[in-house]
């Protein structure tokens, strides 16, 4: 399913391209670094689910959408797991379009187009995941300035630089230092509104209950189990797993930047799944390579379970919770031998 912005160019199951350094880049220009977030547990009380407002398909949500009526906030976000959390917290006083949503392309292969820096150029608030994974973004903000413009990218709030993991949003805490954010940035641009939003923090934070759920018994099950990782994807989550992950960095961090990794890793790896090593094997289905298949395979015939993940929210439709809380679930029936 391809629905695409008009020019922009979408790459269906190819891996990163090779050489690209996928964490490379600096903060983009008129996105200022705000204030660092303060820390805490991922969360809070629990209820029911929440909708999004606006749903994008494919590789982007089509043309940008008529003008607003008052008290609608025009949203464009980078990537579709920002844009759920933006539509939830927003509710009905934002209309959001996430550009990158299918599981088969790579935010690094999108490039500018006319249809994409309007998009920008018309919306009230920008959300980019930044740390060098969505530089197209930066290049239609440059394209288009507006001082009335808010700009919130994600890494430069968390304080990462060039070379840091990009994968933000598979840090518990890191999503919800982007909430807190993103709450004040939708009161600091509706005002008059700030009740409302109030209450949308409340509502989605009830929405994650499966997910800190799932969260929490995994840690109290699994925490110190030997894990290993195709790249780098999942090296924020093991961490507030308290999972060990054995998977050599310089592999993850090689298939994660798109180039090869140095062949001592490769034979580490290798003897680590001959051995049976690692308890479960988590597979990037979006960075997929011959390399990264072997791998998968090599796992399988060793009786390691593997877990797949992807990048962006599936099915595309869904919510944030809905969609990591599934991916939680096959981790912890993996890491107890019920799935492989």
């Known amino acids: ?52 407002t606006i749903l994008a398909t494919g590789c982007g949500a089509g043309r940008p959408a008529a003008p607003e009526p008052p008290g609608v906030i025009t949203v464009v976000a980078a990537e ?25 392309t790579d935010p690094h292969d999108y490039e500018s187009s006319a249809s994409a820096a309007r998009a920008v150029a018309e919306a ?77 923090r409340q509502a989605t934070d009830a929405a994650f209950a499966p997910v800190r759920a799932e969260l929490a018994r995994i840690r109290r099950a699994d925490a110190g189990r030997p894990v290993a990782s195709t790249e780098s994807i999942f090296v924020y989550l093991a961490r507030y797993l308290g999972l060990r992950l054995v998977s050599p960095p310089a592999f993850m961090d090689a298939v994660s930047e798109g180039t090869d990794p140095p062949a001592a890793s490769v034979a580490e790896f290798t003897r680590q799944l001959s051995a049976r090593q690692p308890r479960v094997l988590v597979y990037n289905k979006q960075t997929a390579t011959a390399l990264t298949t072997s791998i998968r395979e090599l796992a399988a015939r060793n009786h390691i379970p593997v877990v797949g993940v992807t990048e962006t929210i599936q099915p595309s439709g869904a919510s944030f919770q809905r969609w990591f809380a599934g991916e939680l679930t096959a981790l912890g029936r993996a890491l107890n031998g019920r799935a492989r």
Not at 21 to 34: I, K, L, M, N, T
Not at 82 to 98: A, E, Y
């Open 124 to 200: 009230g608030y920008v959300v980019q995941n930044g740390v060098g994974y969505d530089d197209w973004m930066g290049k239609l903000l440059a394209a288009s300035p507006n001082p009335a413009r808010r700009v919130f990218d994600i890494g430069s709030y968390l304080g990462k630089r060039a070379g840091d993991n990009p994968h933000l949003w598979y840090g518990p805490d890191y999503v919800t230092a982007a909430e807190n954010h993103i709450e004040a940035d939708l009161k600091a641009l509706d005002p008059g509104d700030k009740a409302y939003f109030t209450a949308r």
């Open 80 to 104: 579709n797991f920002w844009g759920s959390l933006v539509s939830q917290l927003g509710g009905s006083h934002v209309r959001v379009l996430s550009i990158v949503t299918n599981p088969n």
């Open 1 to 52: 399913m391809r629905h695409a912005i008009e020019g922009l160019r979408c790459t269906a199951g190819r891996a990163r391209r090779p050489g690209r350094d996928c964490r490379a880049a600096r903060a983009r220009p008129g996105c200022p670094v705000s204030r660092r977030p303060r820390r805490g547990r991922w969360l809070g009380p629990a209820a029911g689910p929440v909708a999004l």
